[in-house]
């Protein structure tokens, strides 16, 4: 149904960091939220989902900027290995350079 499904995913450090700094959380708090979410599917996971070929490619979220996402998700686009059946749209290369 997809040509790719990608997970974003932040360490716990990362994460717990984040909810501190720009939620406001308490560190117990965040660190509770996350801990929840690690039985959900593609949190806890992660790898097994990568390897059954449910998830085609993992992008680390463990920057700073949003710049520092958006070229890990560059480098996914121009990838062929992130896509299903090792293909990369035609139309993704075209974008990257217009």
Same mark, same amino acid.
Request: hydrophobic share 35%.
């Given at each position: 149904?997809?040509?790719?499904?990608?997970?974003?995913?932040? =360490?716990?450090? $990362?994460?717990?960091?984040?909810?501190?700094?720009?939620?406001?959380?308490?560190?117990?708090?965040?660190?509770?939220? /996350?801990?929840?979410?690690? =039985?959900?599917?593609? #949190?806890?996971?992660?790898?097994? !989902? /990568?390897?059954?070929?449910?998830?085609?490619?993992? #992008?680390?979220? !463990?920057?700073? $900027?949003?710049?520092? /996402?958006?070229?890990?998700?560059?480098?996914?686009? !121009?990838?062929?290995?992130?896509?299903?059946?090792?293909?990369?749209?035609?139309?993704?290369? !075209?974008?990257?350079?217009?």
């Amino acid at each position: 149904m997809f040509d790719a499904v990608w997970l974003v995913r932040a =360490s716990s450090d $990362t994460s717990c960091e984040r909810l501190v700094e720009k939620r406001g959380m308490a560190k117990e708090d965040a660190l509770n939220r /996350l801990n929840a979410q690690l =039985s959900r599917r593609g #949190i806890g996971n992660w790898k097994e !989902e /990568l390897e059954g070929g449910a998830v085609t490619a993992v #992008i680390e979220n !463990e920057g700073r $900027t949003t710049s520092d /996402l958006w070229d890990n998700m560059k480098q996914c686009l !121009e990838d062929p290995k992130c896509w299903k059946n090792d293909r990369c749209p035609p139309q993704i290369g !075209e974008l990257l350079e217009g």
